[in-house]
């Protein structure tokens, strides 16, 4: 089993539509996870962390549970500029400063 | 400016050449990492470091060497440059405490012939 798993999508979504994207993690003793936002040919940055109660940020909101090694991303009321990849990333168990990124999943949203 | 940053942004360099990738955080985090970026494999990591003087290797270490003498830079070396080499390379820093988040620098887009 890969270490972060990723649909990679690309998922095409029309403007105002919900998404969710869905990853899986192996490593059962990681303690940090987030999601990242990736556009084309830049460099990954942090969308949001995600915590155990689960948490939002506007039109975001992220979900986890421990129990099924699961992480996921809403977007509601997608915008043109949500276009991007987003990447899935736990911390490594065996070096805290270290993290396992996922492949991503590629969002397309169309006008 | 406070950040992350690299230099330089685009490298063409030929097979057996040596290069070297700068990478400077005015952050002062203790943490560091390169990593590299090539389709259908996502990030990978080379090697990272906890704090000055101290450099462990990532999944990907052959072929690369790094040092780290000041907090604040992290160069990559490609000792002898092979063609899969090519890639786009990313240098990140984090500050672990009750969260590991990284923060990525803008990359080096580095081409091998």
């Known amino acids: 089993r890969k270490e972060v798993e990723q649909d990679p999508g690309p998922f095409n979504v029309p403007e105002g539509a919900t998404v969710a994207f869905n990853c899986t993690y192996s490593?059962?003793?990681?303690?940090?996870f987030f999601w990242y936002r990736q556009d084309c040919r830049k460099e990954p940055k942090l969308l949001m962390s995600v915590y155990s109660s689960g948490n939002e940020d506007g039109r975001f909101t992220a979900q986890l549970n421990r129990a099924s090694q699961y992480i996921s991303l809403l977007i509601r009321d997608s915008k043109l500029s949500d276009s991007a990849t987003y990447l899935c990333v736990v911390n490594n168990r065996g070096s805290q400063g270290n993290l396992i990124f996922g492949k991503g999943t590629k969002l397309s949203v169309k006008p | 400016d406070a950040g992350i940053t690299q230099s330089p942004r685009y490298k063409i360099t030929e097979t057996g050449r040596q290069v070297t990738l700068m990478c400077h955080q005015t952050?002062?985090?203790?943490?560091m990492f390169w990593y590299r970026q090539d389709l259908g494999h996502g990030l990978r990591l080379i090697y990272y470091?906890?704090?000055?003087?101290?450099?462990d290797k990532g999944e990907v270490p052959d072929g690369y060497v790094v040092s780290r003498s000041k907090t604040e830079n992290f160069p990559l070396t490609l000792e002898s440059a092979t063609r899969s080499q090519t890639s786009v390379y990313f240098c990140?820093?984090?500050?672990?405490?009750?969260?590991?988040?990284?923060?990525f620098g803008p990359g080096t887009r580095l081409t091998v012939t």
């Open positions: 470091s906890a704090a000055a003087d101290i450099t």
């Open positions: 952050w002062s985090h203790s943490y």
């Open positions: 490593n059962s003793a990681s303690q940090s």
């Open positions: 990140a820093s984090s500050e672990p405490g009750t969260s590991y988040e990284q923060y």
